[in-house]
């Protein structure tokens, strides 16, 4: 059976359309989807549209919410740390999702790193076209679409990435609009990294140092989004739905909103609350925890409003075998997954577009 892209492609090629020849002229004016929408354009271009079923959803119930954890006196309340911790097991079963508030990163270290993306890629399209690359082994990127060529339909979204840890780029290797932002906040989000996978351990039952010592805090990926606004919202997405390829991920969101959970079969609003960060399960924990905490599919839908921004931190390594922790499991609880290299499942991940209901994951089901 022919994919949808490929479908496409016949049909506009049988219009005239050289589907193509128009992604390549995309990819090579390096000026990504805010390019277009700076061009005036009123309709978006084909390779970015997805079926009409894809992208409409129903309201959000009030009754589904994803959780809130308030994080204050975690460290020094014997009593308020318990509690954090049966929220964060019960947010990770049942959600995958929850947001965090009073967790130590100031405001202005937040505000500030928004405000630096913004000014990357609001900058002269000159100066961004330095950093324009599809080579994934760079440790500062920007692109729009780095699998456009695999893709059934692109997002509708550019993206300026950093490989933070290990090995992380020299100062003058990251824009100088937002070098030191970024240095700030990276610091700032490791140390919040740690005290969450610290408390997601407990949540396993395990010590507090288990996924840190197993190396989970060693690899740090930070992918700024920035989601121009869309004159078809209707017609294409921000992000399409997917898993994240890592044990956590801590997501920083603006006010203007478009991060959706799929849960219960329907896609649930993750609305935006000032000074909070988004938090979710990747596909690594779910494999680790054996399927005890969920690695939830996520989406990000287009908006007339804009532009959205977005800053996504991916902890995650790929050097090592794993598979789920043998302190979880017995006879009544057997392995669920198959001890898998990450380098297999990454590659997979990465060039293997999730659809049919199956996640790359899923491929390593035992």
């Known amino acids: 059976m022919e994919s949808s ?51 409409s959803s ?37 959600w995958g999702f929850f947001q965090v508030v009073n967790h130590g990163v ?20 000159e100066v961004k076209k330095e950093y324009y690359t599809r080579d994934v082994k760079k440790k500062v990127t920007y692109t729009s679409n780095t699998l456009i ?40 989000i490791r140390g919040l990294g740690d005290t969450l996978l610290k408390l997601v351990s407990e949540a396993l039952g395990l010590n507090p140092d288990h996924l840190i010592e197993f190396g989970c805090d060693k690899g740090l990926k930070i992918m700024c989004h920035y989601y121009p606004p869309c004159p078809e919202p209707n017609r294409t997405l921000g992000s399409k739905s997917h898993t994240d390829p890592d044990f956590l991920t801590i997501l920083m969101q603006d006010h203007i909103g478009g991060l959706q959970v799929f849960h219960q079969n329907q896609w649930i609003d993750v609305s935006p609350i000032p000074g909070a960060f988004v938090i979710n399960g990747g ?5 680790i925890s054996n399927g005890k905490f969920k690695s939830a599919e996520h ?21 090592r075998l794993c598979g789920p922790i043998k302190e979880l499991l017995s006879d009544e609880n057997p392995a669920v997954y198959k001890e898998v290299p990450l380098m297999e499942y990454i590659a997979q991940y990465m060039w293997k577009e999730q659809d049919g209901g199956m996640t790359t994951l899923d491929r390593f089901r035992l």
């Open 58 to 94: 129903q309201p959000t119930p009030a009754h589904l919410q994803i959780p809130v954890i308030d994080l204050k006196d975690t460290h020094g309340d014997p009593v308020r740390h318990e509690k954090v911790i049966q929220e964060i097991r019960s947010a990770l079963e049942i």
């Open 149 to 188: 060529h695999k893709t059934k339909a692109a997002d509708w979204k550019d993206t300026l990435y950093f490989r933070m840890v290990p090995d992380s780029p020299h100062p003058e290797e990251l824009p100088v609009v937002c070098r030191e932002t970024t240095i700030n906040y990276t610091a700032y």
């Open 299 to 319: 989406r990000v839908l287009a908006n007339h409003t804009g532009p959205r921004i977005s800053v996504a931190s991916f902890f995650a390594i790929y050097d």
């Open 283 to 287: 596909d690594l924990l779910q494999l």
């Open 106 to 125: 100031s405001k202005a270290i937040m505000e500030g790193m928004i405000e630096g993306v913004r000014g990357f890629h609001e900058e002269k399209n």
């Open 5 to 55: 892209k490929t479908q496409l492609d016949l049909v506009l090629k049988g219009s005239g359309y050289d589907i193509e020849k128009e992604i390549k002229a995309f990819d090579e004016s390096k000026a990504g989807v805010k390019g277009l929408v700076d061009s005036g354009i009123v309709k978006i271009p084909p390779f970015f549209v997805v079926p009409e079923n894809v992208v």
